[in-house]
């Protein structure tokens, strides 16, 4: 009886466990214990754990007021959702986005308007023609950093460019930025929030990407007046976050474990990236990507009617998991998958996209 091939998997968007500082982790859970038990293990207030909120306003230059810290970035999202999306707002989203902010914002019955993605970001010209149309958005939802699912980064001039249509025509912009710290080629670029003059911008990231993912803390920058807001609306939802993570994190972040946690991450990612587009090109050369700069996600398109459901059940029979990249789009997609190289070590990158390439071309047996 045949075995089974061992499972790689190219789907879950999380670094391996190699490459977590779990050394760091146990010391700053012992100075968190030892130096703040009160506060670690205490119910806290809806804004976070006051010493990492006054760490996170200190990063970026806000005052603590404007920071609120949460379960996780996707709970900074969900509690952004409902303080400013009513049913039959116009939020425009990227063409592809990430697949559960499409389904959050949809709950709550938003007029999705997707725009295309580019190699360097969002479609700038697609959504001024929006606006000349006399759509009125009231959001818009933007990864400006190694984007999920595409992986790609908007450009600098971009970025001032939507800066000043929020600005001028009154939407607001929401930068979910989780994968920031992950750069590891080309030049970094400023965020938005810090290029706005007023309160056009919201801003969000988390620790999952750099620290670990199951330590579940991000956090939301915004104006005073709109993070009371959320804080009142966390009030309700929970008596306090997960103080104890946030007190981790915290001492983690301090005692500089994060910077050396980062560049670890980043060297790995690097090496999986660089792996994985070499693969493609040799065992898959029908595949058009564009090779990573940072972040977990590459984006594969295939020629025009391949059928991306037939090959993520033919992937599945040779023990390689992807995400359809249909997944990710409001339509269409049928032809490409998202393929994270954040999870899968570099000895498992070649086996992968070859199994991967004798799934694709067995469809046209």
């Excluded at 912009?173 to 400023?190: A, N, T, V």
């Excluded at 103080?243 to 910077?259: H, K, T, Y």
């Excluded at 023990?319 to 249909?326: F, H, M, R, T, Y």
Aim: aromatic content about 8%; glycine content about 10%.
């Amino acid at each position: 009886m045949a075995t089974e091939p061992a499972p790689i998997s190219f789907a879950r968007g999380a670094p391996s466990l190699d490459i977590i500082d779990v050394e760091g982790l146990r010391a700053a859970a012992d100075r968190a214990f030892t130096r703040d038990p009160a506060g670690t293990f205490a119910y806290g207030t809806s804004v976070g754990y006051r010493p990492l909120r006054s760490w996170i306003a200190e990063r970026h230059g806000v005052a603590e007021d404007q920071v609120l810290v949460t379960n996780g970035s996707m709970q900074a999202d969900a509690f952004l959702f409902e303080t400013l999306v009513e049913p039959g707002d116009v939020v425009v989203v990227e063409r592809p986005s990430y697949d559960r902010t499409l389904f959050s914002l949809r709950s709550r019955g938003a007029d999705l308007r997707p725009v295309e993605l580019q190699h360097d970001g969002v479609d700038v010209a697609e959504i001024e023609a929006l606006l000349a149309a006399g759509v009125q958005p009231k959001l818009a939802h933007l990864i400006p950093n190694f984007q999920n699912p595409a992986g790609y980064s908007l450009s600098g001039e971009k970025r001032h460019a939507l800066v000043a249509l929020a600005g001028g025509h009154g939407f607001t912009i929401f930068e979910d930025d989780p994968y920031i710290e992950l750069r590891f080629s080309g030049e970094r670029r400023p965020t938005m929030f810090s290029l706005a003059e007023g309160d056009e911008v919201v801003y969000a990231s988390s620790f999952s990407k750099t620290v670990c993912p199951g330590i579940r803390v991000g956090y939301l920058v915004g104006s005073a007046p709109l993070i009371k807001r959320i804080a009142d609306l966390a009030t309700g939802t929970y008596i306090s976050p997960n103080m104890v993570a946030q007190s981790i994190v915290n001492e983690f972040v301090r005692g500089g474990s994060l910077e050396t946690s980062i560049e670890t991450v980043k060297t790995a990612l690097s090496e999986r990236a660089a792996g994985l587009s070499a693969a493609l090109r040799r065992d898959l050369p029908e595949a058009e990507f564009v090779e990573p700069e940072g972040g977990y996600f590459l984006w594969v398109t295939l020629p025009e009617g391949t059928d991306g459901d037939a090959l993520f059940i033919a992937a599945a029979e040779r023990g390689v998991a992807v995400v359809k990249g249909a997944d990710f789009l409001l339509d269409g997609g049928k032809n490409t998958v998202r393929l994270a190289y954040s999870g899968v070590r570099v000895d498992q990158i070649d086996e992968g996209v070859s199994r991967l390439a004798e799934a694709y071309h067995s469809l046209s047996v």
